[in-house]
């Protein structure tokens, strides 16, 4: 597609449920970022991927949260048992490859858990 | 992990340059300096990045010291639409951002 795809835009969960969030990059792009950003912060790091793998996981909270990568594109974020502290909007970003390259990210996916 | 220095905020006239300043002294040989914009609401946007020459794109030129330890970000004539929260990030294979400079273009 033309850009970075996150689906939903936006998702309500009650705490303790499981949340999938979607993301779909930009056709080529073999470095994929998933980030979170709270109000009034500036995106967190949590993972990123060189294609199918996870070169960086180092920024993800806990082990509640996981991210997966099968083909090397799409990419799910995946968060167990949610609390309301993990209320943020996830964003991704993807690029032609790691490294030296701007990133295009998303608009995000807006999660609130109540 | 944000290993940059940048004011909390600044304004700017409409039409003015805008000259967004940024530190980074710990910068090392293999980090490109990254900026990126956020405006409300929306993912942060690219906007330029270079590792040791002077960079000029469509949107902003990109100033780096000979020592790489600070850059500044130039957009020559700011208009209304520039407002936003301008970040500038070191990094090689994966960014971290800080919290960056609030850019407000008054009218």
């Known amino acids: 597609g033309a850009g970075v795809s996150q689906t939903p835009s936006n998702k309500v969960t009650e705490k303790g449920k499981y949340v999938e969030l979607r993301c779909d990059p930009i056709?080529?792009?073999?470095?994929l970022y998933w980030y979170r950003q709270s109000l009034g912060q500036g995106p967190e790091f949590l993972i990123y991927?060189?294609?199918?793998?996870?070169?960086?996981d180092s920024g993800l909270p806990n082990d509640r949260f996981f991210a997966v990568r099968p083909e090397g594109s799409v990419s799910t974020l995946k968060i167990q048992r949610t609390e309301r502290g993990d209320s943020a909007v996830y964003l991704c970003?993807?690029?032609?490859?790691?490294?030296?390259?701007?990133?295009?990210f998303g608009s995000g996916t807006r999660l609130t858990v109540v | 992990d944000a290993k940059t220095t940048q004011p909390t905020s600044m304004d700017c006239a409409e039409g003015r340059a805008a000259n967004l300043p940024c530190n980074h002294s710990?910068?090392?040989?293999?980090?490109?300096v990254y900026w990126y914009r956020q405006i409300h609401s929306q993912g942060p946007q690219y906007i330029i990045h270079?590792?040791?020459n002077n960079e000029t794109n469509e949107m902003a030129s990109l100033i780096i010291t000979e020592d790489r330890k600070s850059s500044t970000l130039i957009l020559p004539h700011a208009t209304l639409r520039d407002t936003a929260v301008y970040y500038c990030?070191?990094?090689?294979?994966?960014?971290?951002f800080g919290t960056g400079t609030r850019l407000t273009v008054i009218p």
């Open positions: 991927f060189q294609g199918t793998g996870a070169a960086d």
């Open positions: 710990t910068i090392s040989g293999n980090e490109y």
């Open positions: 270079g590792l040791k």
């Open positions: 990030i070191i990094g090689a294979n994966n960014l971290f």
């Open positions: 056709s080529g792009h073999t470095a």
């Open positions: 970003a993807s690029s032609p490859t790691a490294g030296r390259f701007g990133y295009t």
